[in-house]
DNA sequence: CGCCGGTGTGGAATCGCTCTCACATCCAGG
DNA sequence: CCTGGATGTGAGAGCGATTCCACACCGGCG
């Protein structure tokens, strides 16, 4: 009977959908119950080898995929995690961090059968269907990307108790939240003292986004390196982490400090722009004024001259929160500390 | 950071989880039927003003939301569209047009309930997981980005008649396939055009990737430029459309033509490659050499000199991939026509 | 007054899967 | 020979929604 529909189902060629296999048609096929099939599918506890062997061989020729909304109303589990973006503008997605992001998380996710969905999280109203969406648990997990001080994500994902990890120390930790993030601190501070040991006495820093801790804390390892070798520590602008704005900055900054022989950039978007600002005012990099940025993210190697800057694995840290949150979701979770990767400088030829 | 941390989270984790509420909560304490309480909920056809005003009330008392997975499951709708990146490399996810793609669908379904899935289809045996995922209709439609010439998924689509809207021409048409684009021909024409009006005479190009479609007609293009004009077209060499394959093909280039005055560059991130190389040569731009872009993206104005460039309108566009997806999905779909978009030059300084 | 069509309602059957539970089978040990 | 545990199996009860269908009710028309 199975065999007379399906053929009749081949046969015309236009109108039925192709019928997705079902595990009642696997059974069948295999001769086994919809419970021996069903065990054999996941994990195989309690089944004997030739039900196995039968159950897989169904499987293979039906080309069979489990249902998810099936599966997912009566496990409750639902294989795919969110990728949360609290910003649809330009600058978070065109970043390359951004994509580094992406691909530490595909590769985290690439052995299991998780689903990456993607939220971007518009302001106001819209805010409140992404809210919904994580509270209601339409996902298993949440990894948080840039996160900035007046979101509301914060409260919403303590009081669901979702599983989440954030890449980048988020900006409130009230309550204790998992994250993966490199020292950004340390990461400006060696920036900073590496320039110093270069030779350079004036040495300004074009900011991030101050409402971002990646922002607050590379300014902050800058201003301890000067302070520790007795430097001033005035010349600062502020950047968005942004080629246009690290562009905008240096002009800002050169026009307010021009005695500066040395330049910490706190990300290498920004330091790309300011390259070439410092091009057309004629000061050569690095003979004039080295550069040291932050990143390494490819840019870096393509600017000419190319970057000194500090690394910042991305996509490890990515993948590393991927399994962290991987590890909550599974219940395998030992601890909920943040993991905190070291920033080594990457020398080239800007300083 | 601290040893306390810890302890509180795991008290924290204690404890019953919110338990999301049902439909059959919401018709008892609305005082309906199930039946009527999901009508109401569904557009509110055949239910007396009074049962809807009863059941709205209760829905937002409860803080109510449908179950995804049970709705899917009788409706075979799953309220999410796929978006189909066949590499996972870096390549693709860094490039502005990846970024502008996610920006244009992201607003598409801003207005929907539909939730963007991210599919990272990796080569090999992934590869076909990612087609079962598609084939057995676990997402409503996909959206698929980049198209070279050797993948599956164009027969995994056909067969599986899922709706699907490319971004970009796919390499392969045999059966009707929708798709957005922009005129890579008339773009690389009038690219090329501007340059000989701007009075070069030895025009060169670096290509895009040739086994996908913008490479090859925007290429078709220059060629056709040229040969109209009776000039040499035979400096041409081959990019991969990145900035480091810009420049090392910009190095290449220069040793077999040193003699060009104009460069038609396939994209941008190639044209910011090269204008590093073209510095380091002692080539002046735009008085040596004059070049033209594509793709307008946001790296174009922040290069040095600011690029002159072809409009490539990938949010815009990506939008109206989303739009068509939508309509192939609901069956108000008109035609599987392309639509095709104009590449308008946006003119700065380097040509 | 009887009948008809339209409206609103609730009962009940699904959708495809997991998982509990009862049962059959088999072998070891008393 | 009987009992007990271990092992594999299948029947069947949900999971939480949508939707078909039967039915009650009501006003209007012949």
């Given amino acids: ?25 696997v059974a069948e096929r295999a001769g086994v119950s919809r419970s021996t099939a069903s065990r054999a599918i996941n994990g195989g506890l ?12 169904a499987v293979a020729e039906l080309g069979y995929t489990p249902n998810r909304a099936a599966r997912t109303l009566v496990t409750r589990r639902t294989d795919s995690v969110a990728l949360v973006v609290p910003e649809p503008d330009e600058r978070v997605l065109t970043d390359p961090y951004f994509a580094g992001t992406l691909q530490g998380l595909s590769d985290a996710f690439a052995a299991t059968e998780i689903q990456l969905v993607l939220l971007i999280a518009r302001r106001g109203e819209e805010a409140q269907r992404t809210n919904r969406y994580l509270r209601n648990r339409h996902v298993d997990g949440a990894v948080i990307v840039s996160h900035h001080r007046d979101d509301t994500l914060d409260s919403v994902l303590a009081e669901s108790r ?16 998992q994250y993966v993030d490199v020292n950004n601190y340390l990461g400006g501070r060696r920036a900073t003292e590496h320039l110093i040991a270069a030779g350079c006495r004036h040495i300004g820093t074009i900011t991030g986004l101050l409402d971002m801790a990646a922002g607050v ?134 300083a």
Same sequence: chains 1, 2.
């Fill in 1 to 25: 009977m199975t065999a007379d529909v399906r053929t009749t189902a081949m046969a015309a060629a236009v109108g039925p959908l192709p019928h997705a296999p079902t595990l009642e048609e």
């Fill in 46 to 57: 309690k089944v004997s080898p030739e039900a196995q062997a039968a159950v897989d061989v």
């Fill in 162 to 177: 979702l599983p989440c990890v954030f890449v980048g120390r988020p900006w409130t930790a009230p309550r204790p939240v």
């Fill in 217 to 350: 804390d590379r300014l902050a390892g800058w201003r301890q390196a000067l302070q520790d070798a007795g430097l001033p520590d005035d010349a600062m602008v502020r950047g968005d982490f942004t080629t246009a704005g690290g562009a905008a900055a240096t002009e800002r900054l050169l026009q307010a400090h021009p005695e500066i022989d040395g330049l910490f950039v706190a990300s290498d978007l920004m330091a790309a722009g300011a390259l070439g600002v410092l091009a057309s005012h004629g000061r050569a990099v690095p003979d004039d004024l080295k550069i040291v940025g932050f990143d390494n993210l490819g840019v870096a190697a393509s600017t000419s001259p190319q970057l000194t800057t500090m690394n910042n694995p991305v996509v490890e840290m990515s993948r590393v929160a991927g399994e962290l949150l991987l590890a909550q979701i599974t219940g395998t979770a030992t601890s909920l500390e943040p993991r905190i990767f070291g920033a080594e400088i990457v020398i080239r030829a800007s």
